[in-house]
Nanobody, 120 residues
Framework: VQLQASGGGLVQAGGSLRLSCVGSGYTFGASTMGWFRQAPGKEREFVAGINWSGGSTDYADSVKGRFTISRDNAKSTVYLQMNSLKPEDTAVYYC??????????????WGKGTLVTVSS
């Protein structure tokens, strides 16, 4: 299983970024996908999740209304559109996959992270 995330970078507060993650080596279209993040000195936390079809999503309270998770099963890709970014969103963002098809925050597969830095 490989999960390759991209799209991180430096952005000013109030700006936007879109993260992408391409999955391979498993049945992407049957798996729940998620995004997590880990800020310096903090534990990794859940950000957003999406079920196999894209019909069900789940968000952490801290990002509701600002972030949107979506997926394109034909491209084996999951996205995280991040708007109205805040300095506290600064973290390494990780893409993850679950063997379950229904939305869940428990993941079995993890990719390497991509760094998002939001300047004030």
């Amino acid at each position: 299983v490989q999960l390759q995330a991209s799209g991180g970078g430096l952005v000013q507060a109030g700006g936007s970024l879109r993260l992408s993650c391409v999955g391979s080596g498993y049945t992407f279209g049957a798996s729940t996908m998620g995004w997590f993040r880990q800020a310096p000195g903090k534990e990794r936390e859940f950000v957003a999740g999406i079920n196999w079809s894209g019909g069900s999503t789940d968000y952490a309270d801290s990002v509701k209304g600002r972030f949107t998770i979506s997926r394109d099963n034909a491209k084996s890709t999951v996205y995280l559109q991040m708007n109205s970014l805040k300095p506290e969103d600064t973290a390494v963002y990780y893409c993850a996959a679950s063997r379950r098809s229904i939305v869940t925050r428990t993941m079995q597969y993890w990719g390497k992270g991509t760094l998002v830095t939001v300047s004030s």
